[in-house]
């Protein structure tokens, strides 16, 4: 009887703003509404140390008045306006299809309003794989709470939620992100013997992931889970993308060392005893 390998199941976990997309959905948001000045905003609250790093859109919905205006319907029509990054409906194909016999249930968290991830993956991610901020309404639409935030050490939560529900174990768990956010969460995953995938060449994460990517291609995530995971040689890996209608032109790895000096003062000069004393006589004389 012939024995049938068995099936290898690892989670894949990713963060949406700036991983799967190309713009923070707080920058498309406000462009969209007509209110100046995100960015300074966040760099406010981030000085602050008001917020969670990735909560600060959720911070700003509720309590800057200029973000009163927002409702749910202003959400959803901001996803749809979010750029997705190249080929995220076939990552999440791929996982969905498996690769080698191996299962990759994928879900998205993040720390942008979940109505805004959802509408942006809508018909590539099922609604019920994403966790994004999840908030509250009044009667007449405004934004009355924040019930939850996938932030930070929110982010660990849910993952320790799905890992629990899907029966996964820690060292089968992938996280893919892209900045401060997502520091929490990848120290989590690296101290459980899991896998952490950093898309940003940001020097802060790029010290907590093992392996680095970047490019415009969702689906080159894919490639660091072919290589370290499933142990395929370079060939390999190539006919894989190729297999998708893609060609690896280039596959670049570079080692950065990021070195910075700090020079010694330099010291006071100091004369010659010789030439200190004939001095001394001179004004003696």
Not at 14 to 30: A, R
Not at 74 to 80: C, D, E, I, N
Not at 142 to 148: L, P, W
Not at 154 to 159: A, H, S
Request: aromatic share 8%; charged share 25%; hydrophobic share 40%.
């Amino acid at each position: 009887m012939k024995k049938t390998k068995p099936i290898i199941e690892y989670l894949v976990a990713s963060d949406f703003d700036q991983t799967l997309s190309f713009n923070d959905s707080g920058i498309v948001l406000c462009e969209m509404l007509g209110i100046s000045g995100f960015e300074a905003r966040v760099a406010g609250l981030s000085r602050t140390h008001l917020v969670q790093q990735g909560a600060e859109l959720a911070y700003l919905l509720r309590h800057d008045p200029e973000f009163r205006m927002v409702r749910r319907e202003h959400l959803v029509a901001a996803g749809k306006l979010v750029r997705l990054k190249k080929n995220v409906e076939l990552l999440a194909e791929v996982f969905r299809e498996g690769i080698d016999g191996a299962h990759f249930p994928f879900y998205v968290i993040s720390a942008s309003p979940m109505e805004v991830v959802r509408s942006a993956l809508e018909g590539i991610v099922p609604a019920e794989n994403i966790y994004g901020t999840e908030l509250q309404y009044a009667a007449n639409g405004e934004i009355s709470a924040v019930r939850r935030v996938s932030a930070g050490y929110g982010k660990v939560t849910v993952l320790q939620d799905l890992e629990a529900r899907l029966h996964i174990s820690p060292d089968h768990t992938i996280y893919v992100g892209d900045g401060s956010s997502d520091h929490h969460v990848m120290q989590h995953v690296n101290s459980r013997d899991g896998h952490t995938i950093a898309v940003s060449e940001a020097k802060s994460i790029g010290r907590i992931a093992q392996r680095t990517i970047l490019s415009d291609n969702a689906l080159s995530v894919v490639l660091p889970i072919l290589e370290d995971i499933l142990r395929w040689e370079p060939s390999r890996i190539r006919n894989f993308f190729a297999g998708h209608g893609l060609t690896l032109q280039d596959w670049d790895k570079i080692r950065t060392d990021w070195l910075t000096f700090h020079e010694p003062p330099e010291e006071a000069e100091v004369a010659e005893p010789e030439e200190s004393l004939l001095q001394e006589e001179a004004l003696a004389g």
